[in-house]
């Protein structure tokens, strides 16, 4: 297993808020909303990951997507 270091810039971070920003409400929205917010507590300590409460909450977001899209949504029928 290779262990690589990933060099967090400003401007990716950016742009990477910039494509969530375009997506449609929802679960994937959702996750990639908790993720940049634990990246960025990483950039803003200085260190090489975030805290577990916020890995928690990436994982919460995550779980909470899988449930919605699980749950079948019934189908109306309109006369």
């Known amino acids: 297993m ?3 270091t990933v060099t967090d ?3 990716q971070r950016d742009r990477f ?3 969530v920003a375009t997506l ?3 679960p994937l929205r959702d996750v ?3 993720v940049a917010y634990a990246r960025d507590e990483a950039a803003r300590s200085g260190t ?3 805290s ?3 890995w928690r909450a990436v994982v919460t977001a995550a779980e909470r997507a899988i449930r ?3 749950i079948p949504t019934p189908l109306q029928l309109v006369a």
């Open 48 to 50: 090489a990951t975030a």
């Open 68 to 70: 919605d899209v699980a």
């Open 17 to 19: 808020r910039s494509s």
């Open 9 to 11: 810039l400003p401007d």
């Open 24 to 26: 449609a409400p929802g």
């Open 52 to 54: 577990d409460d916020r």
């Open 2 to 4: 290779y262990l690589t």
């Open 32 to 34: 990639l909303i908790a």
